[in-house]
């Protein structure tokens, strides 16, 4: 997936975040740091989010692989 901003790579958490903020049914992405410009708040800020939506068990928030077995 490519940001439709800058056209850099984006995770799946931007594309988590993307569908969060702007539209569930959006099919064009932006990576954390436009979404942090759009939106005018730090990346930090997005990154707590997407933990916190996650915590929810949000399904836009798949876990990565890399955080596995620290429940
Ligand atoms: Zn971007």
Redesign the pocket.
Known sequence: MI??????P?SPDAEGMTKKMINRGETSF??????AEEFKCPVSLLEEKIEHFRAQGCTLFVRQPAEKGDN
């Open positions: 940001c439709r901003k800058c056209g850099g984006v932006f990576c954390l740091p436009c979404l």
